[in-house]
């Protein structure tokens, strides 16, 4: 399944004490209350909105049409709570009134227009706390937006908390969401693309100590991989694993117990050393904009020409990084566009693993292992893990067989997706049958593409790819 537009979460109780927030909202729908009708209570109309209700919030808009731009006590619109509760049609309904929609609203409704034309006329939104409980980026981590870039691009800060929201950042904020799964896609995208997993949080709650709140070992257990500070205090002196230990959550208490056995992200190769094994002196690009550095990046995943025109005129941009965090050589390198990976690598940019991987570089992968063999969980952009880049880059079994000689997991994943669910997209089924008779899982559920999660055979059955599906079933799925 593909993507739905919104998803279901909720905020936090801390939410009831925002100030409410003035947002101009239009509606076409004339008012067609009944001549003598008392008009309807617009906290019943939001309650029926919350809980799904769409035929009593079609009769009492039928009512009385301007509920549609109803509010909350602290400002949340009737549009912002069916978004936040996960009920799209009456998200649908509501949208369908005429309301005009605010920036917030905007990325809910995946209307970009709409959110463009308001972050260049009013940037000051991008900054602001909205009543849904933070920045416009907030509200994107609250409905699992596999779009956050978008904000980023736009200049929303990562860890942003500003005064009049929940005091946390996006990351943390993710943490409310009403499903672990949306929390694990925001918490993987937020923290990929910039954010600190240790960014201080109102009262000390870190995104580790949301986790633990969840009693969700998954998430736990992403919080430390992207390396939050086991041992950091809320303002109650609680760390995360005593606080475990108060909600009388023993599943995670052991847990954070054995943390040293858990898997960090290392990502030390990354501007250590060129393609000659010397190391990388970063030149400083503070004179350069953040729209130039994302124009080379951008332009890295698939155009060289551009590249080189970009390039050409100041050879620092090989060093550009995008709002995402992203390097320009880990542009091509996740796409496998070996000829710019390359270009890059000629002008003095960092062979990291992932990257030699994607290059197909099989020296420089024993290098760098051999040099630190817990890179094996190195990630490179967007969270990839190194595992998918023998598929990316197409370097095939014989990549993926030197990584696990070296301890990588056939199933390592990104929100449950794994090389596996990669080979049914592009159809690699010689590496799909290496990696099942390896021990890969053909019933993983993989969030990387839809939020409702599919597994490796639904894939294969999107794409028409009979062989691909028999060989799954062979195998269990």
């Not at 227009?113 to 260049?120: K, M, V, W």
């Not at 899982?441 to 593409?449: C, I, L, R, S």
């Amino acid at each position: 399944m593909q993507f739905s537009r919104r998803q279901a979460c909720t905020t936090l109780g801390a939410l009831l004490s925002l100030p409410a927030f003035s947002a101009a909202r239009t509606i076409a729908r004339p008012n067609r209350r009944r001549p003598g009708a008392g008009a309807p209570d617009p906290a019943a109309f939001l309650e029926a909105v919350k809980r799904g209700d769409l035929e009593r919030v079609r009769e009492l808009l039928a009512e009385d049409a301007t509920l549609a731009t109803a509010k909350d006590d602290v400002g949340r619109s009737a549009f912002v709570l069916a978004n936040v509760h996960g009920r799209e049609d009456v998200a649908a309904e509501l949208q369908a009134t005429g309301i005009t929609l605010d920036i917030v609203e905007a990325v809910m409704a995946e209307d970009w227009g709409r959110f463009n034309a308001l972050a260049t006329a009013h940037p000051e939104l991008l900054r602001r706390a909205h009543p849904v409980g933070g920045t416009p980026l907030y509200a994107a981590a609250l409905v699992a937006s596999r779009d956050s870039w978008r904000m980023r691009s736009k200049g929303c800060e990562p860890d942003a908390a500003p005064d009049g929201g929940t005091g946390y950042t996006p990351a943390r904020g993710a943490m409310e969401c009403v499903t672990g799964t949306w929390a694990r896609i925001s918490v993987a995208d937020l923290c990929a693309n910039g954010s600190d997993v240790n960014a201080r949080q109102r009262g000390g709650s870190s995104v580790l100590h949301g986790a633990v709140l969840r009693r969700d070992p998954l998430l736990v257990r992403l919080a430390i991989r992207k390396g939050a500070a086991v041992d950091a205090k809320d303002d109650e002196g609680r760390t995360a694993r005593a606080l475990a230990d108060e909600l009388g959550w023993e599943a995670g208490e052991r847990l954070l117990a054995g943390h040293a056995s858990l898997p960090r992200d290392n990502r030390a190769s990354r501007f250590a050393l060129d393609a000659n094994r010397e190391p990388i002196v970063r030149p400083d690009l503070s004179d350069v904009s953040r729209d130039v550095q994302g124009a080379v990046t951008g332009s890295s995943h698939t155009q060289l020409d551009k590249v080189r025109e970009l390039v050409s005129k100041d050879e620092r941009l090989v060093f550009s990084i995008s709002t995402d965090d992203e390097l320009a050589i880990e542009a091509c390198a996740h796409i496998g566009t070996r000829d710019i990976i390359r270009y890059h690598l000629d002008h003095g940019a960092p062979l990291s693993l992932p990257t030699a991987v994607s290059a197909g570089d099989f020296e420089s992968v024993e290098f760098w292992l051999q040099r630190d063999a817990t890179l094996i969980h190195e990630r490179g952009a967007h969270d990839f893990p190194v595992m998918w880049y023998t598929l990316l880059g197409g370097a095939g079994h014989e990549m993926a067989e030197l990584l696990t000689m070296y301890g990588a997991s056939v199933d390592q994943e990104s929100t449950g997706t794994t090389t596996l669910h990669w080979c049914m997209l592009r159809g690699d089924l010689d590496l799909a049958k290496w990696l099942l008779e390896n021990g890969a899982d053909p019933t993983a559920v993989g969030y990387n593409w839809s939020r409702d999660g599919e597994t490796p055979l639904q894939i294969a059955q999107q794409r028409g790819n009979a062989k691909a599906q028999a060989m799954l079933r062979a195998a269990g799925a």
